[in-house]
């Protein structure tokens, strides 16, 4: 036992954890009805307010980056 993370552990790290343990219970159950993307934001954000019968708007989009570093990024994946 004395290898066991000390308590708040996974706090400090939830944002490299798979998601899979928040959308899902400990048997394994989706505990959410839609999963959104990022890469689909407006057009997700669009189903779900559609889905609630509310109105939609446009998703501001803040800090944008220029092509120039999207090219610059996607040359050092590749």
């Given at each position: 036992?004395?290898?066991?993370?000390?308590?708040?552990?996974d706090?400090?790290?939830?944002?490299?954890?798979?998601?899979y343990?928040?959308?899902?219970?400990?048997?394994?159950?989706?505990?959410?009805?839609?999963?959104?993307?990022?890469?689909?934001?407006?057009?997700?954000?669009?189903?779900?307010?559609?889905?609630?019968?509310?109105?939609?708007?446009?998703?501001?989009?803040?800090?944008?980056?220029?092509?120039?570093?999207?090219?610059?990024?996607?040359?050092?994946?590749?």
């Amino acid at each position: 036992m004395n290898r066991l993370p000390p308590p708040g552990w996974d706090d400090k790290y939830r944002h490299v954890m798979p998601q899979y343990d928040m959308l899902h219970d400990a048997d394994g159950r989706l505990l959410v009805n839609f999963v959104g993307r990022f890469e689909s934001l407006q057009e997700d954000f669009r189903r779900v307010c559609a889905k609630l019968g509310i109105e939609s708007a446009e998703l501001p989009h803040r800090n944008r980056s220029d092509k120039k570093s999207r090219d610059t990024r996607r040359k050092l994946r590749n």
